[in-house]
């Protein structure tokens, strides 16, 4: 098995301990919007995508300008939130990064978030310079489409077979499948542990600390089906 080079996170509910906050945002967003509620486990479905995919799958049967309206006023809601209290990364996560850089494997992320958001939650989290590469909604197509990840391993210079994708959500995975890129779930973000099996990864992860080990057994040719 080829040795892994570069790995490529998902950053909310996989790094960063945000969905909560994103679902608060979104029922706020769309009361100030006046548009019918919808609830925490249809809101955590959509975690993922990029804002014009969430909305539209939420609220399938409104007109355009509803949907901008929403946008907007999830923007200024979430940001405000965000200013006054910044989420958290899981706990561990730094630890496995340094694990993984001290392997001398690039780091790279690939969000539904815009680049200011992400640029954002790397400033505060203060690991934004362990990473070599890093996609955004607003720079590439949402997920599942898999062009920020053929990016991140062009700028990269890794193909496929040394690209390993770490995500929550079934976006996250159909991505890594559809760029032909062997992937993990984690069992602590958006998607239940059963969506994410649909897209047939390695693995789902039941912390992030197994994270080194269980990619070490994919080189070998060794993963198993670590499930929660």
């Not at 690939?110 to 200011?116: E, I, M, V, Y």
């Not at 693995?203 to 990619?215: G, K, N, T």
């Amino acid at each position: 098995m080829k040795r892994i080079e570069l790995v490529v996170f998902d950053w909310d509910g996989t790094l960063m301990d945000s969905a909560a906050r994103i679902v608060e945002a979104v029922r706020a967003a769309t009361d100030a919007a006046g548009l019918p509620p919808r609830s925490g486990a249809d809101i955590r479905e959509i975690i993922g995508l990029g804002m014009g995919e969430a909305i539209a799958a939420l609220y399938p049967d409104e007109p355009q300008a509803s949907h901008a309206r929403l946008a907007a006023t999830y923007r200024n809601g979430f940001v405000r939130a965000v200013a006054d209290r910044p989420s958290a990364l899981f706990p561990g996560v730094e630890a496995v990064l340094a694990t993984l850089e001290a392997e001398r494997r690039m780091l790279a992320v690939a969000t539904g978030k815009s680049r200011a958001g992400l640029q954002r939650d790397l400033e505060n989290s203060g690991i934004g310079a362990r990473f070599v590469a890093s996609r955004t909604v607003d720079e590439s197509p949402s997920k599942p489409d898999p062009h920020m990840l053929h990016e991140i391993m062009a700028l990269c210079g890794v193909g496929p077979d040394a690209t390993l994708v770490v995500g929550d959500s079934l976006f996250d995975l159909e991505m890594a499948a559809r760029a032909g890129v062997p992937a993990l779930g984690v069992a602590w973000g958006a998607h239940a542990c059963e969506r994410l099996w649909q897209a047939e990864p390695l693995a789902v992860l039941e912390r992030i600390e197994h994270l080194p080990e269980r990619l070490r057994q994919h080189e070998g040719g060794a993963v198993g089906s670590e499930q929660p």
